[in-house]
């Protein structure tokens, strides 16, 4: 048993110790848990693991006034932040989360403090278009088009001749000049041009004439807009300036857990791929695996430019749905009320309009 001196040393040995720890504990809630996930210009990473970008600046242009300690938490997408802010693991994001009418419900949202909207990229080009249209003319699209249609020529004539040759040979000869013939029959007819220069005189051969007349009346209006899609299709995309004109288009690719996803389900349309980063989405759009990307602008329009992708992808003028972005925290939270205010100082000080500059976001 320890007599009282000793005991008397512990337990003041005890609180001296816990002394040291508990102003530890005191300071842990303290300590602002942001949110975050790479998404440039707003957020961008660096290789030591660093962090910059606009939402990085605007927040430490308002934490100068606050002097709040934090601590940012790395996510992979925005639907692991909503999370995470649904949930309470972190006290606020400065990501540029659109501001919904049921995020406003559900969180405390800031002040906007940037105005996006949802770009077109497309695969640029530096030929002309007749360049375009010569390279287009000689596709494997075009090309499988026409085989398909001499194919049809083919058969009809070859029927016709097999009917013919016995009974009007004059017109339809025989061997491999009667198939020509046939073909000349069979050319003329859907074309409706009308030389006269071969008819059938058999009843069986008038008969697949006039299944051929009306066959071919279907086939060449619908052959005639195939053609036309065909050879137009690497230039259409350069003349979408409204949301009719996207709606043309095949092969949009959207980024994964972005809003794009949402504006094509509200008009209507299908992505035709979806990437994990907007980085891979661009990569694929450069290598004419789709034709359309639809992603913020912004983030675009810096991307193109600090991947060097400028010859092969060109970010188009027009641009859909006005995007509202904000520092989102969850509902009740004390910090809101002085964070929103400094956010709302910030965004009119000469040193936020050299942030957009720096990052290239300016009058987007």
């Known amino acids: 048993m320890m007599n009282r001196p000793i005991r008397i040393k512990v337990v003041v040995c005890l609180l001296y110790f816990m002394a040291g720890i508990l102003p530890v504990h005191t300071q842990e809630p303290d300590t602002l848990q942001i949110g975050i996930h790479e998404y440039p210009p707003f957020v961008i990473k660096d290789l030591d693991g660093s962090y910059r970008g606009l939402s990085v600046d605007l927040w430490m242009g308002i934490n100068k006034k606050l002097n709040r300690p934090y601590r940012f938490v790395a996510f992979s997408d925005e639907i692991g932040i909503i999370r995470a802010l649904d949930y309470g693991d972190i006290d606020l994001s400065i990501n540029p989360l659109i501001n919904t009418p049921g995020r406003m419900e559900k969180f405390e949202v800031t002040q906007p403090f940037y105005i996006s909207n949802i770009g077109v990229a497309i695969t640029s080009s530096s030929q002309s278009q007749f360049q375009i249209f010569i390279n287009n003319f000689f596709s494997g699209a075009f090309l499988n088009i026409v085989f398909l249609l001499l194919s049809i020529l083919l058969f009809f004539g070859t029927l016709l001749w097999l009917l013919e040759r016995r009974y009007n040979k004059y017109q339809f000869r025989p061997g491999i000049m009667g198939l020509l013939d046939g073909l ?85 349309m299908e992505p035709y791929e979806t990437y994990r980063t907007p980085g891979r989405a661009l990569r694929a759009l450069a290598n004419k695996d789709i034709n359309v990307l639809l992603h913020d602008k912004a983030t675009l329009d810096y991307l193109i430019g600090s991947s060097e992708l400028e010859d092969k992808v060109q970010l188009l003028a027009v641009d859909f749905d006005d995007r509202y972005r904000c520092f989102i925290f969850p509902r009740g939270h004390k910090d809101y009320d002085p964070v929103n205010t400094e956010l709302m100082r910030y965004i009119l000080d000469p040193e936020w309009e050299e942030s957009l500059t720096k990052y290239g976001a300016a009058n987007q």
Do not use: H, Q
């Open 184 to 268: 000349w029959w069979a050319a003329v007819t859907m074309t409706t041009v009308g030389y006269g220069d071969k008819a059938p005189k058999t009843g069986a051969g008038r008969a697949i004439a006039i299944i051929w007349m009306f066959t071919a009346v279907i086939i060449i209006s619908s052959f005639t807009a195939t053609i036309a899609s065909t050879l137009t299709v690497n230039t259409l995309e350069g003349k979408i300036e409204r949301l009719s004109d996207l709606k043309s288009v095949e092969k949009i690719g959207i980024v994964g857990a972005s809003d794009c996803a949402d504006f094509l389900f509200r008009n209507e």
